[in-house]
DNA sequence: GTACCTGCCAAACGTTTGTTATGTACGACG
DNA sequence: CGTCGTACATAACAAACGTTTGGCAGGTAC
């Protein structure tokens, strides 16, 4: 429901035809709406945290590669999720508790990206010269964009583009870097 | 109203409200409320657009650096806007119709920004192994995505920091382009 | 002058909203 | 067995919603 019409459409009645229910039990269990969106949008949260994900075997640059890439709108599921998500960006700008609720959320998952960008600047595989907290930005920024960007034109941004642009993306980080790069053809001088 | 209450608080008595005028106007001049909310958005894209931009006399990197300063929200006025405009996102993805219009104005503002990327391409400012498309829509992610970010955490993305962010994506860029790169300290062998 | 059209207001329509009040089934506890 | 608190359903509430309606100005046409 969420999916198809947005949180315009989120209310009272239609939350608990949805499960079967009656308005009382909402209303005995949530003091008010805003009560009920606070926790629908945690145990979404949640769900996403706890979702199956990729858990290859990696670090570095490989491990923030797997990371956004179970950010991205890849399979059916994870755009509807995705939709769902930024559909919340409406009802969350307008209440500064919701806000800041997903402003944490994004701050936290900022800084599991950047475990993974620290790793990969040990390794060589990106460049030191640009401040970790500041790279883990620009990939959750780039993600989040990409993500908006397939979620309206999904015919324009199917899986394996969304993959290209995040490689060649990741890619060009990686050229920068002081590690031994090995790209395909490399000019060794 | 758009930018404290969101998109849920658009109703026919606060835009007639607004206005000084009556639901009767709005009725009169729109069939219903989904034309209303249609011509709304289409205004404040052409808003948009013709706002005053910065018109620097640049070409190629530097033009595309501008274009997406434009897009950033670096002052209070853009950020407001940026916000109307993610909310919009909401009520957008809800309507068919709507996400086309979105899915167009996007895909647009992705062909004017492969103008100076194609420019900047030939001026050897940024590689030439990516598509021009393809640099254009990681570019417009890039913004997008760093907007979304910057709204829901102004404090942690004051506009110094995006445009630190922009800067470093476009040098690594750049770094990787064939063209003659002039670094403030080269190792030039 | 009068008939007519357009632009708009004020009021009301029926529906839907969030919330509250009342009623009831049922296990726990004495 | 009674009575009491919990867990809901049902019904009602006022307010707000999008939309419809009737009517009043004021210009035009004839």
Known sequence: MLVTRGFGALTLRAVAAEMDASTGLLTHYFPNKRALLRTALEILAQRSEERPRRTA?????AALRTALLDVLPLTPESA?????WVSSWDVALA????????????????E??????AAAQRRGELPTTTATEDLAAAAQGFALGLV???LFAPAEFPAERQIKLLDDWLATWRSAAPGPANPPAADSG
Chains 1, 2 share one sequence.
Request: charged share 30%.
């Open 57 to 61: 075997p990696t670090e570095g640059l």
């Open 80 to 84: 509807a999720a995705n939709r769902i």
């Open 95 to 110: 209440d500064p508790e919701l806000a800041a609720d997903h402003a944490g959320r994004y701050r936290r998952s900022r």
């Open 112 to 117: 599991r990206l950047a475990v993974h960008v």
């Open 148 to 150: 908006v960007q397939a």
